[in-house]
């Protein structure tokens, strides 16, 4: 199954764009880590129906940065729905991964594309400086949400 490297922790540097892209790179490594080694049958579990299991995380997290980029930052229509949470159309552990890889390749190379202060058509006052911060912060809570459940399945902490 396709995944990253444990990445670096992140180191500063003058560029915003790519210190940004930096954190969220250490984030969604993060995330991933809690569903590389499991199957499939494992990835889909939820602790007690109350968090959404690992799958449901990574696809999530897939979803929130083709909104925000795609739609918010490129103008793209987009949707959301609740099934993203929670897919039940036979995607496995690989599949998912593997799109939020690409989907990550393709956030990466927007932000790297245009200024900070391009705006976004979503919020008052909203830019892509403004999206890169609120994909770190919604990559970060998922990230612990992913540790919680991890932990709960089968006892594995850490990074």
Do not use: Q
């Amino acid at each position: 199954m396709p995944t990253r490297d444990k990445p670096e922790f992140p180191a500063g540097t003058p560029d915003e764009t790519e210190l940004y892209l930096r954190w969220l790179g250490y984030l969604r490594g993060a995330v991933l880590r809690k569903i590389e080694d499991l199957d499939d049958d494992a990835a889909h579990w939820t602790p007690d129906g109350r968090l959404i299991p690992l799958v449901g995380i990574v696809n999530h997290l897939t979803h929130v940065e083709w909104r925000w980029v795609d739609g918010g930052i490129r103008g793209e229509e987009v949707s959301r729905s609740e099934e993203e949470f929670r897919p039940v159309d036979g995607r496995t552990v690989a599949d998912v991964v593997a799109a939020y890889l690409a989907r990550a390749d393709h956030t990466d190379e927007v932000a790297r594309s245009m200024p900070l202060s391009t705006p976004c058509r979503w919020g008052e006052g909203t830019d892509l400086r403004w999206v890169l911060l609120h994909l770190i912060n919604e990559t970060a809570r998922h990230a612990g949400h992913a540790d919680a459940t991890r932990e709960m399945l089968d006892g594995t902490t850490g990074e």
